[in-house]
């Protein structure tokens, strides 16, 4: 393989981790820090799957995987 095709493919396998492997943020809503109800961990991802935003957004506890779901979409403060 070549130099471009090797640093492509490096930058697709980096770009999919990524994505599947999202970084925790901290989140707000309604003026407070969202912090898990089971936990306590204040560290979250965001919960993305398809038609979910009908009925909600999820955030994902980065601690214990517990998803918290809000009317409207929490802001991230990181």
């Known amino acids: 393989m070549g130099n471009t095709i090797k640093a492509l493919h490096r930058g697709i396998k ?5 994505m599947q492997h999202p970084a925790p943020h901290h989140f707000q809503a309604a003026g407070k ?5 089971h936990c306590g961990s204040d560290s979250f991802t965001s919960f993305g799957v398809v038609g979910l935003s009908l009925a909600g957004f999820g955030i994902q506890c980065s ?3 517990r998803i918290e779901y809000f009317a409207s979409q929490p802001s991230q403060i990181d």
């Open 14 to 18: 980096a770009g999919i981790d990524a």
């Open 33 to 37: 820090t969202i912090v898990c109800s």
């Open 63 to 65: 601690k214990c995987t």
